[in-house]
C-alpha cells in the first residue's frame, strides 16, 4: 500500500472515534449568535454545516483535547463537526502528514513548536485577513502575549489561547520541618538562593537541597528575552549576545555554586531523574520555578503532598518583570477547506465565555478580563493555591520566535547542565554552544 494511503487509512480510523465522541453535544447554539445563527457583526452564518479539523504534533490524548476544548466547542457550535487528528504513532506524525497532503483546518502547539512545525513545514497563513473580516477584536488580549506573534515577519499566523508563566513552587513540608519562613511574592533570585541555602542540608541519611533551576523552560522563558536565533541572521546568539552571560551567571550558576546542590543534580544525572521528580515525587527539594500547568497536568501527585506557589522571583535590574509567557498558539493552515468556519472558532477561543472555561480548569487566560483571571484554577483539585500569584509579576516581552527555535535550545540546554555541574566554564559553555549550533543550523538547512 503507498505511504498517502496507509496515511489516509488511518486517519479514517481516527475520524470515526473522534465524530462518536463528538456526538454527546448537547448546546443549542445560542451563545453569543443571533437569532439567525449569524456570528455577531459579520455576517458569516454558524448554522451552516461544515467540519474544523484540529491537529497538533504534541500528542494531546483525544480525552484531554475534549476537556480542555473540543467539548465546549461542540456545545458552542452544534452544526459544526469538531475533530481531532492525535499524532498517535506511525503515519500521523507532522512530516508524515504533510507527505501525505492529508488536511486539517487548525494547527496548535506551544510557543516555540509552532514555529519549529508549522511554518517549518510551510503549513502557515497570515490571518490578517480573516480576523479583519470576523471582526475578532485582539485589543482584549493582553498585548504581552500577543505581540511576539504580530511582530513575526510571516504575518499574524496564530492566536493565542491559553498561556503560561513559571511560578515558585514550594514543599511547606519541608519549610515546617526545618523553621524557614515560606518565600513570598515578589522575591528576587538573590533572595530565593539566600533562602534556598537555609534549607540544602542533610537530616539523618536523607540530603535536601532547597532549589535548584530546571533549566530547559529557563532558556525558552528566560526574562532577557533575549532570542535563541538571530531572525534576520539565522545565526546562534549565544556567543554574541551578552545578555546569555548574566543568564548563564544569574540563573544557571550562582544558583548551583553550593557543592552540594552540585552533587544533588549529579546523583539526578546519574538516577536518570531530574528536579521536577524531586520536588514533586522524592520531594527531597525545597522549591521549583517551573511552570504553572505542572498542577493541572500531575494532579494526583501534586495532591500527595502539602504545597504552595508564589510568582517567580525577578532580576534585581528588572524589578516586577517575569519571565517570558509560554503560549499555546493555533492557527489556520493555509491547506484549510473551511476558513471562515475555523475563525468562527477561533473567535469564539477568545471570547470571555471559552476563556473562563479554561481559566477555572487552571490554564491561564490570554484575555485582560479580570474576572475571567479571578476564575483561575476554581475548578480544580487546588482552587486553595495561590493562583493570583501567577499574575503578580508583568510577562517579559516575547522575540520573534524562528524555525530553529526549540532545537536550539536543546543544544544550549545540554552544554549548559555541565556549566552548572561545574564540569564546563562559562566561556568554553557559551563558545562550544556557539560552535555545535552552527554546526547544526548548517545541517538543518541542506
Given at each position: 500500500?503507498?505511504?498517502?494511503?496507509?496515511?489516509s487509512a488511518?486517519?479514517?480510523?481516527m475520524?470515526?472515534?473522534?465524530?462518536?465522541?463528538?456526538?454527546g453535544?448537547?448546546g443549542?447554539g445560542?451563545?453569543?449568535?443571533s437569532?439567525?445563527?449569524?456570528?455577531?457583526?459579520?455576517?458569516t452564518?454558524?448554522?451552516?454545516?461544515?467540519?474544523v479539523?484540529?491537529?497538533?504534533?504534541s500528542?494531546?490524548?483525544?480525552e484531554?483535547?475534549?476537556t480542555?476544548?473540543?467539548n465546549?466547542?461542540?456545545?458552542k457550535?452544534p452544526?459544526?463537526?469538531?475533530?481531532y487528528?492525535?499524532?498517535s504513532g506511525?503515519?500521523?506524525?507532522i512530516?508524515?502528514?504533510?507527505?501525505?497532503?492529508?488536511q486539517f483546518d487548525?494547527y496548535?502547539a506551544n510557543?516555540g513548536?509552532?514555529?519549529?512545525?508549522?511554518?517549518?513545514?510551510g503549513?502557515?497563513?497570515?490571518?490578517?485577513?480573516?480576523?479583519?473580516?470576523?471582526q475578532v477584536d485582539?485589543?482584549?488580549?493582553?498585548?504581552?502575549i500577543?505581540?511576539?506573534?504580530?511582530s513575526?515577519?510571516?504575518g499574524l499566523y496564530?492566536l493565542?489561547?491559553?498561556t503560561?508563566?513559571?511560578a515558585l513552587?514550594?514543599?511547606?513540608?519541608l519549610?515546617?520541618?526545618f523553621?524557614?519562613?515560606?518565600?513570598k511574592n515578589g522575591?528576587t533570585w538573590d533572595e530565593l538562593?539566600?533562602?534556598?541555602k537555609r534549607l540544602t542540608?542533610?537530616?539523618?541519611?536523607?540530603?535536601?537541597?532547597?532549589?535548584?533551576p530546571f533549566?530547559?523552560?529557563?532558556?525558552y522563558?528566560n526574562?532577557?528575552?533575549i532570542p535563541?536565533?538571530?531572525?534576520?541572521t539565522e545565526?546562534?546568539?549565544?556567543?554574541k549576545?551578552?545578555?546569555w552571560?548574566?543568564?548563564y551567571?544569574?540563573?544557571?550558576?550562582?544558583p548551583t555554586?553550593?557543592q552540594?546542590?552540585k552533587?544533588y543534580l549529579s546523583?539526578?544525572k546519574?538516577n536518570?531523574s531530574?528536579?521536577?521528580?524531586?520536588?514533586?515525587?522524592?520531594r527531597s527539594t525545597?522549591?521549583?520555578a517551573?511552570?504553572?500547568?505542572l498542577?493541572p497536568t500531575?494532579p494526583?501527585?501534586m495532591k500527595a503532598?502539602?504545597?504552595d506557589w508564589?510568582?517567580?522571583?525577578?532580576?534585581k535590574e528588572q524589578?516586577?518583570?517575569?519571565v517570558?509567557p509560554y503560549?499555546?498558539?493555533?492557527?489556520i493552515?493555509?491547506?484549510s477547506?473551511?476558513?471562515?468556519?475555523a475563525m468562527?472558532?477561533?473567535?469564539?477561543?477568545?471570547?470571555d465565555?471559552?476563556?473562563?472555561s479554561?481559566?477555572k480548569q487552571?490554564?491561564?487566560p490570554v484575555v485582560?478580563?479580570?474576572?475571567?483571571?479571578?476564575a483561575?484554577?476554581?475548578?480544580t483539585?487546588?482552587k486553595?493555591?495561590?493562583?493570583q500569584?501567577?499574575f503578580?509579576?508583568?510577562m517579559?516581552?516575547?522575540?520573534?520566535k524562528?524555525i530553529y527555535e526549540?532545537?536550539?535550545?536543546g543544544v544550549?540546554n545540554?552544554?549548559?547542565?555541565q556549566?552548572m555541574l561545574g564540569?564546563?566554564?562559562?566561556?568554553?559553555?557559551?563558545r562550544?554552544s556557539?560552535e555545535?549550533?552552527?554546526i547544526?543550523l548548517d545541517e538543518w538547512?541542506?
Open positions: 500500500m503507498p505511504k498517502h494511503a496507509k496515511v488511518i486517519l479514517a480510523s475520524l470515526v472515534t473522534t465524530l462518536v465522541a463528538g456526538c453535544g448537547t443549542n445560542q451563545n453569543g449568535t437569532e439567525a445563527g449569524k456570528s455577531e457583526k459579520t455576517g452564518t454558524t448554522n451552516e454545516p461544515a467540519e479539523l484540529f491537529y497538533s504534533h500528542g494531546l490524548a483525544p484531554q483535547f475534549n480542555r476544548y473540543g465546549k466547542l461542540r456545545e457550535f452544526n459544526y463537526t469538531i475533530q487528528i492525535h499524532r506511525t503515519g500521523t506524525g512530516a508524515e502528514m504533510v507527505t501525505a497532503k492529508a487548525i496548535f510557543v513548536s509552532f514555529e519549529n512545525e508549522a511554518i517549518q513545514y503549513l502557515q497563513s497570515d490571518m490578517t485577513e480573516l480576523i479583519k473580516k470576523h485582539l485589543g482584549r488580549i493582553d498585548p504581552s500577543i505581540s511576539g506573534v504580530q513575526s515577519p510571516h496564530a493565542p489561547i491559553h503560561d508563566t513559571m513552587y514550594y514543599n511547606k513540608d519549610f515546617d520541618k523553621g524557614v519562613e515560606y518565600p522575591m538562593y539566600a533562602l534556598s542540608r542533610k537530616d539523618g541519611d536523607t540530603k535536601y537541597i532547597g532549589y535548584a533549566s530547559t523552560y529557563m532558556f522563558m526574562p532577557y528575552s535563541v536565533v538571530d531572525e534576520k545565526q546562534p546568539t549565544i556567543n549576545d551578552n545578555r552571560r548574566s543568564f551567571q544569574k540563573l544557571l550558576i550562582e555554586e553550593m552540594e546542590v552533587e546523583s539526578l546519574t536518570k531530574h528536579i521536577v521528580n524531586a520536588f514533586m515525587k522524592d525545597a522549591m521549583l517551573y511552570v504553572s500547568a498542577a500531575w494526583n501527585e503532598f502539602n504545597w508564589v510568582s517567580v522571583p525577578t532580576l524589578p516586577g518583570i517575569g517570558q503560549t499555546a498558539y493555533f492557527g493552515t493555509n491547506i477547506k473551511n476558513k471562515d468556519a468562527e472558532v477561533l473567535k469564539y477561543m477568545v471570547s465565555e471559552f476563556q473562563l479554561l481559566a487552571g490554564y491561564m485582560q478580563s479580570k474576572d475571567v483571571k479571578q483561575l484554577g476554581q475548578e483539585a487546588f486553595d493555591k495561590n493562583w500569584a501567577l503578580y509579576n508583568k517579559a516581552p516575547v522575540p520573534v524562528g526549540n532545537r536550539i535550545v544550549y545540554g552544554l549548559a547542565e556549566a564540569t564546563l566554564d562559562l566561556n568554553t559553555a557559551l562550544q556557539e555545535t549550533a552552527m547544526r538547512k541542506r
